[in-house]
Nanobody, 123 residues
Framework: QVQLVESGGGLVQAGGSLRLSCTVSGRTFSSYVMGWFRQAPGDERDFVAAIIGSTGSTHYADSVKGRFTISGDNAKNTVYLQMNSLRPEDTALYSC????????????????WGQGTLVTVSS
């Protein structure tokens, strides 16, 4: 019943910036833990950032701390990932999730995922 749609990916040179968006339907994003994940071809899916809707607290993978910022807009029911100082190793398919199992445990998991948006960082 929860639907997620990502947008904002594209091709950018190293050092550049992109802002990804994840629009949530079904419930407001503040009802959930929202997470951004990424997966490069041939690699496993990795955690990037999360925001807890009820409190606004945020968490980041060490590899993106100081460069990426996760935020939410209640009026637009949208979660953002602002990505600055991009590196070629940031190249991946970025997906957002509401109450992903890895973050909230199986009893609270929705495992609702968007289709993903591709980010390519050239050197």
């Amino acid at each position: 019943q929860v639907q997620l749609v990502e947008s904002g990916g594209g091709l950018v040179q190293a050092g550049g910036s992109l802002r990804l968006s994840c629009t949530v339907s079904g419930r407001t994003f503040s009802s959930y833990v929202m997470g951004w994940f990424r997966q490069a071809p041939g690699d496993e899916r990795d955690f990037v950032a999360a925001i807890i809707g009820s409190t606004g607290s945020t968490h980041y993978a060490d590899s993106v701390k100081g460069r990426f910022t996760i935020s939410g807009d209640n009026a637009k029911n949208t979660v953002y990932l602002q990505m600055n100082s991009l590196r070629p190793e940031d190249t991946a398919l970025y997906s957002c999730a509401a109450n992903p199992r890895d973050l909230v445990g199986p009893e609270n998991a929705l495992d609702a995922w968007g289709q993903g948006t591709l980010v390519t960082v050239s050197s």
